[in-house]
């Protein structure tokens, strides 16, 4: 999976959901395998709370990943959000209601009225999702435009249409070798 390591830097659910990546025979799933799937756990375990539970629950976490992959997906393409999606991620996000609290020393800490790990990582999962979603939101939310990447990002500036730099730089090297290619046939 290595790949999907340097793409922790997003919410969780843009997180979650490129851990389907564009490869050169089609989509790639790096949650496939154990392997995958701990890696990712391993990646994302001070970033997302219960997150050990997701590995322990692989076909949920996929279900999950899958629902969060098409939502975001939509939303950052400008389309309908698709209804079983939203239905799923909206009762992942109602399995766990959650609230603040303040410790002694003015830290917050959010407690749960549930106590299913998995519940709570959905729940995390689910609000970065409808956050990210959500209208007010989702105009920084983007599908990277560089071949065979199609990774989901937040912009940092509007006109930013790559992920990485990487991404960047390959993009604009595929257009410079189209731009040659035409060049030569002409």
């Avoid at 322990?56 to 393409?77: C, E, F, I």
């Avoid at 990582?121 to 409808?130: D, E, K, N």
Wanted: proline share 6%.
């Amino acid at each position: 999976m290595g790949a999907v390591s340097q793409w922790l830097v997003y919410p969780p659910a843009v997180d979650l959901a490129n851990t389907i990546t564009a490869g050169r025979t089609g989509k790639v799933d790096h949650l496939s395998d154990r392997d995958g799937i701990d890696e990712w756990v391993r990646a994302e375990h001070n970033r997302i709370p219960d997150v050990v539970a997701a590995g322990q629950n692989p076909g949920h976490l996929r279900a999950l990943r899958d629902d969060v992959y098409a939502l975001l997906h939509a939303a950052a393409s400008g389309h309908r959000l698709p209804g079983d999606a939203l239905e799923s991620v909206n009762h992942a996000s109602r399995a766990d209601p959650i609230y603040p609290t303040l410790g002694p020393e003015g830290s917050p800490d959010w407690k749960s009225v549930r106590t299913g790990q998995f519940n709570r990582f959905a729940g995390a999962i689910a609000r970065s999702a409808i956050e990210l979603a959500g209208h007010s939101n989702r105009d920084q939310l983007s599908v990277c435009r560089a071949p065979a990447c199609g990774m989901l990002f937040v912009r940092e500036h509007p006109r930013q249409t790559w992920c990485t730099p990487a991404c960047g730089n390959r993009a604009r090297v595929a257009r410079h070798a189209a731009r040659l290619r035409h060049g030569n046939k002409a």
